[in-house]
């Protein structure tokens, strides 16, 4: 049976709020197709500033606004036995559930979570806890839609991911009394390449994982205890020349030697063909159509990265609205499950996130207890399997 141009509307509203945020909430179709989709999109790409999450946001106190020094002194080390880490780590879960339960900004809330996962820690790592919440305001949240490039500078030089991967222990080979100490650490290397940028399959070597460590030999964290920020140690630093990837460094770098590393593999080819493909996983289809995947390469290598104008290519494709008009869906994860629930039935985030903490646990997505740097699965159909051996 053929729908009328008013179904067809709704179902396409429907699939840009399913899409482009957690689901609607009760009315939203509605408001969507009053405003009209493309003004809604528009809204969505701006991300404007949303005074009633805000006030959502307010009974949770300054917490929020903690730099990771002031975590650290008044949770770690201050011996006030009133201030808990666990109610620090509630505010900060509950923080995350408000915004994607109740945010204005939906897209912004998706690659808010899209991106964490893509530059995963774990927030039962031990410095990460108190480390976490500044990772993801300071470094994740405020380049959602810019330049990619930013985003991963940001998450290279914050300390949760300088410590998660290892990194902060990583200084030049070095020689004591005549007998050589190695001090390299391969882990933010290896990963760098085979998860942040180019992707596993990119070609690189083992060489080039051995490469890229040297370059960001001296990136560090001042002190874990009480201070919990960004250092770089000049004395830590492999100077030799370095060849990664097919970008050549020469010998004296310092510093810059990590960061033109970041700028190379952020514009990298690979690069952008990788996360292309991860984006419209995790917006389109659990098999993102090739023409889609090659648009969005195409977008990302003429912008140099600009997450924004690669999400409008995606948006603006006849592949993205597809589904609006199948029988068939992409299966969400769990998260994206229970956050668009609590938005069907209009509900709200109030007090402790425990219960709802607990209920993602059991559904095999702890919230930010992701253990490998993999990131959860963006795959609907892996979560759906996993969910039929369990009960199996």
């Given at each position: 049976m053929a729908l009328s141009g008013s179904a067809l509307a709704r179902k396409t509203a429907l699939h840009a709020l399913n899409r482009l945020g957690f689901g609607p909430r009760p009315g939203d179709v509605d408001a969507v197709l009053d405003r009209g989709i493309e003004s809604y999109i528009n809204d969505q790409l701006e991300a404007r500033p949303d005074a009633a999450l805000e006030t959502r946001l307010a009974p949770l106190g300054n917490t929020l606004r903690l730099s990771t020094t002031q975590v650290l002194v008044t949770y770690a080390d201050s011996g006030n036995q009133i201030a808990s880490i666990q109610n620090y780590l509630d505010n900060f879960q509950t923080a995350k559930l408000t915004r994607s339960v109740h945010s204005q900004n939906q897209l912004e809330e998706m690659l808010a979570d899209f991106w964490f996962n893509h530059f995963n820690v774990n927030i039962n790592d031990n410095f990460v806890r108190y480390s976490i919440q500044s990772y993801e305001r300071d470094a994740i949240r405020p380049n959602v839609l810019g330049k990619f490039e930013t985003l991963l500078r940001a998450t290279a030089e914050h300390p949760a991911m300088l410590y998660y991967l290892d990194n902060y222990l990583s200084q030049?080979?070095?020689?004591?009394?005549?007998?050589?100490?190695?001090?390299?650490?391969?882990?933010?290397?290896?990963?760098?390449?085979?998860?942040?940028?180019?992707?596993?399959?990119?070609?690189?070597?083992?060489?080039?994982?051995?490469?890229?460590?040297?370059?960001?030999?001296?990136?560090?964290?001042?002190?874990?205890?009480?201070?919990?920020?960004?250092?770089?140690?000049?004395?830590?630093?492999?100077?030799?020349?370095?060849?990664?990837?097919?970008?050549?460094?020469?010998?004296?770098?310092?510093?810059?030697?990590?960061?033109?590393?970041?700028?190379?593999?952020?514009?990298?080819?690979?690069?952008?063909?990788?996360?292309?493909?991860?984006?419209?996983?995790?917006?389109?289809?659990?098999?993102?159509?090739?023409?889609?995947?090659?648009?969005?390469?195409?977008?990302?290598?003429?912008?140099?990265?600009?997450?924004?104008?690669?999400?409008?290519?995606?948006?603006?494709?006849?592949?993205?609205?597809?589904?609006?008009?199948?029988?068939?869906?992409?299966?969400?994860?769990?998260?994206?499950?229970?956050?668009?629930?609590?938005?069907?039935?209009?509900?709200?985030?109030?007090?402790?996130?425990?219960?709802?903490?607990?209920?993602?646990?059991?559904?095999?997505?702890?919230?930010?207890?992701?253990?490998?740097?993999?990131?959860?699965?963006?795959?609907?159909?892996?979560?759906?399997?996993?969910?039929?051996?369990?009960?199996?």
């Open positions: 030049a080979a070095r020689t004591v009394n005549g007998r050589l100490i190695q001090g390299l650490n391969e882990n933010y290397g290896r990963e760098l390449l085979e998860l942040h940028t180019v992707g596993v399959d990119a070609g690189y070597t083992q060489a080039d994982v051995y490469e890229a460590a040297r370059a960001f030999t001296g990136w560090g964290i001042d002190n874990l205890a009480r201070g919990g920020n960004f250092v770089y140690r000049s004395a830590n630093h492999d100077t030799g020349s370095k060849s990664a990837f097919g970008l050549a460094l020469a010998a004296g770098g310092q510093q810059d030697d990590g960061q033109r590393l970041i700028r190379y593999l952020a514009t990298h080819p690979a690069t952008a063909r990788f996360i292309s493909t991860k984006l419209a996983r995790r917006f389109v289809a659990d098999d993102p159509p090739q023409s889609l995947v090659d648009r969005m390469t195409e977008t990302w290598l003429a912008s140099e990265g600009d997450i924004k104008a690669v999400m409008k290519t995606m948006i603006g494709s006849s592949e993205f609205w597809a589904e609006a008009f199948s029988s068939s869906g992409k299966p969400k994860t769990p998260f994206e499950f229970t956050i668009s629930t609590i938005r069907a039935i209009g509900g709200d985030i109030a007090g402790s996130p425990r219960a709802v903490v607990a209920y993602l646990s059991q559904m095999g997505q702890p919230l930010y207890q992701c253990i490998p740097p993999t990131g959860y699965s963006d795959s609907g159909r892996e979560w759906l399997n996993r969910h039929r051996r369990s009960i199996a």
